[in-house]
């Protein structure tokens, strides 16, 4: 009887075996707002989930466009010439160099797509400027 031979327990195995992600689980382990947590890769982009409350501060990414997507509550992207409200299950696109400023009056969890290593505070820096995190 042949044996398929033991596969080596190659970097393909312990690192990069493909898993699925829950994002509610993701969300648990952690409490701080406006803090993005990285849960995956996509080529060069990161998809990061992150808790938001109160307002943030307004900045511009002039590299890059920005996904967000709601998972629970209602966020409120502050633009300078709209607002745009969304609830869970809905998503908008930051377009690069417009001017943004997120705004969650309540609690919100939200998915983020954008690519590796963009500043959250953009061009504003601050004290709301997160260090980047992973939970991958
Ligand atoms: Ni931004």
């Known amino acids: 009887m042949l044996l398929r031979p033991a596969t080596p327990l190659g ?9 699925k992600v829950n994002l509610q689980d993701k969300l648990a ?12 890769r ?6 990061k989930v992150v808790k938001l409350q109160g307002e943030f501060v307004w900045h ?3 590299d ?17 010439d709209q607002d745009v409200e969304l609830g869970p299950g809905e998503m908008f696109v930051v ?23 963009v500043v959250n505070t953009g061009d504003a820096g601050g004290a709301l400027t997160a260090t980047p995190e992973s939970l991958v």
């Open 29 to 40: 382990l952690f409490a701080e707002h406006w803090s993005p947590k990285a849960v995956g």
């Open 42 to 47: 996509l080529n060069d982009y990161e998809i």
């Open 11 to 19: 970097k393909s195995d312990r690192v990069n075996k493909p898993q």
């Open 64 to 80: 890059t466009d920005e996904l967000f997507l709601v998972i629970d509550g209602r966020l409120t992207i502050q633009l300078r």
């Open 60 to 62: 511009t990414h002039e």
């Open 95 to 117: 377009p690069r160099g417009v001017e943004h400023c997120p705004k969650a009056d309540g609690q919100v969890a939200a998915l983020l797509i954008e690519p590796e290593g």
